[in-house]
């Protein structure tokens, strides 16, 4: 009797034990997974990264040159690229960086060339992209952007271009709507207008004989991209934009993205599908009727690595944003 009832007991005991387990086990998931999510969405900041603070490139060093193929060079400091061909007259920049950057960067255009510059193109309307306009084009050069992107310069003007450029500053007098291509020396560019993306009036460019594109921030390798859907910019039209590029390139293409060094095609598309993981997860949540806030605590951007957070948006941002622009419809 007394033996029945001491193996009872011991089971009994060992029941108990389990169930301590498994409850102190789920709490300390539990715990582990707020404590995460509290990590991770702590920032209230947008910008996962300032890139011209958060990249290396102390005030003085020299900007890095690097040639690409053909006669085309890209020419980066504190995150920032600025693409140069080198024509038989003059040079063409895709980008002018914004200072504090601009000396380094010019430093590195004599490294390539002495010619003037004679074309600027810009991708898109924001000032570390453009904000360099009035320092490289000072001997006359003609700026080119999208019609949209020369419109967003001209509204931008009084609150964020004239302060930094006390000088004045040169718009693009240059502008199209959807394609444009032009000839420097041998090599043939083509500018095409990427729609509702990062920012409107976004441009990428192709140097066709060198095999080379420049994204702009239409692609943003190791990090979240920004999208500016106070403007009307979505995730479905960045990722349409991804693919636009994608179809324009092939397996040499050489990729330079709006910040970052050069990458190839199968890059962009391993970005792609893990934006596209992103805005899937999302879109499934919205179309639950989930509210923003429960969506966030499900984590959609798990699956984005950690160590890609050099340039663009926070994780929490993005999430926001993809909830907020996705389109049902596609
Ligand atoms: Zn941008």
């Not at 904000?131 to 964020?160: C, P, Q, V, Y």
């Not at 990729?255 to 990458?263: D, I, K, M, Q, T």
Request: hydrophobic letters at 45%.
């Amino acid at each position: 009797m007394s033996t029945f009832s001491t193996t009872a007991e011991l089971e009994a005991r060992a029941r108990i034990s389990l169930r301590w387990l498994l409850l102190a086990c789920a709490a300390l998931v539990a715990v582990g997974y707020v404590t995460f999510i509290f990590w991770l969405y702590g920032s209230n900041d947008m910008l996962a990264n300032r890139h011209s603070d958060g990249i290396p490139g102390a005030p003085g060093s020299p900007a890095v040159v690097h040639h690409l193929r053909g006669d085309v060079f890209v020419v980066s400091d504190r995150g920032m690229n600025v693409t140069v061909a080198a024509g038989r007259s003059g040079l063409l920049l895709v980008d002018t960086a914004e200072p504090p950057a601009l000396e380094a960067l010019d430093k590195g255009l004599d490294r390539i060339s002495s010619l003037p510059v004679r074309f600027i193109v810009n991708t898109h309307a924001h000032h570390d992209h453009m904000g360099g306009n009035a320092f490289f084009a000072r001997d006359g050069a003609d700026i080119i952007a999208t019609k949209a992107a020369a419109d967003l310069m001209r509204a931008d003007l009084g609150e964020l271009v004239a302060p930094r450029n006390p000088a004045g500053f040169p718009l693009p007098n240059i502008t199209f709507e959807d394609s444009y291509e032009l000839r420097l020396g041998d090599e043939t560019v083509q500018i095409v207008h990427i729609p509702d993306a990062h920012s409107p009036g976004d441009a990428v460019i192709r140097f066709v004989n060198a095999n080379v594109i420049v994204t702009g921030d239409a692609f943003v390798d190791e990090g979240l991209p920004y999208i500016a859907d106070d403007l009307g910019m979505t995730i479905d039209g960045y990722l349409r934009g991804m693919l636009t590029i994608a179809d324009m390139s092939d397996d040499e293409t050489i990729l330079v993205p709006g910040h970052g060094p050069a990458v190839d095609r199968g890059r962009l598309l391993e970005t792609y599908d893990r934006l596209k993981r992103i805005r899937d997860t999302v879109a499934f949540w919205k179309g639950l009727g989930v509210p923003q806030k429960f969506m966030l605590a499900t984590y959609p951007t798990f699956a984005w690595p950690l160590r890609w957070h050099k340039y663009g948006v926070s994780q929490k941002w993005f999430a926001k944003v993809v909830y907020r622009t996705v389109e049902f419809s596609d």
